[in-house]
């Protein structure tokens, strides 16, 4: 059974600094693509950021709203993903959530990721 678990939600001000984890259990996230999406009340899921699978390039990709502020990175010895996220903004107050996908690339939509954590609360004050 795959499980995957987020932490590192918090509330902070702006510029401040976080950073998210995606622990798994029951799949290795190293043979998967990751992505972080984030919802904010009343609206769709937006995605954030996605790291293709390790032995498929670990190429990275992160939407332009948080490009330069925000980086994903991979802890293969952990089975983590990680998105540090830099100079925080009210706007990136959302609850954010892992995802993980055996597809390869670097996909965007939540449609293509099959596994899903449930969410930790960012909350970002001015």
């Known amino acids: 059974q795959v499980q995957l678990v987020e932490s590192g939600g918090d509330s902070a001000q702006a510029g401040d600094s976080l950073r998210l984890s995606c622990a798994a259990s029951?799949?290795?996230?190293?043979?998967?693509?990751v992505g972080w999406f984030r919802q904010a009340l009343g609206k769709e899921r937006e995605f954030v950021a996605t790291?293709?699978?390790?032995?498929?390039?670990?190429?990275?990709l992160v939407s332009d709203s948080v490009k330069g502020r925000f980086t994903i990175s991979r802890d293969n010895s952990k089975n983590t993903v990680s998105l540090q996220m830099n100079d925080l903004r009210p706007e990136d107050t959302a609850v954010y959530y892992c995802a993980a996908t055996y597809e390869s690339g670097t996909p965007t939509s939540p449609d293509r990721y099959n596994y899903w954590g449930r969410g930790t609360q960012v909350t970002v004050s001015s």
């Open positions: 790291v293709s699978r390790f032995w498929g390039g670990g190429d990275a």
């Open positions: 029951g799949l290795t996230l190293a043979m998967a693509a």
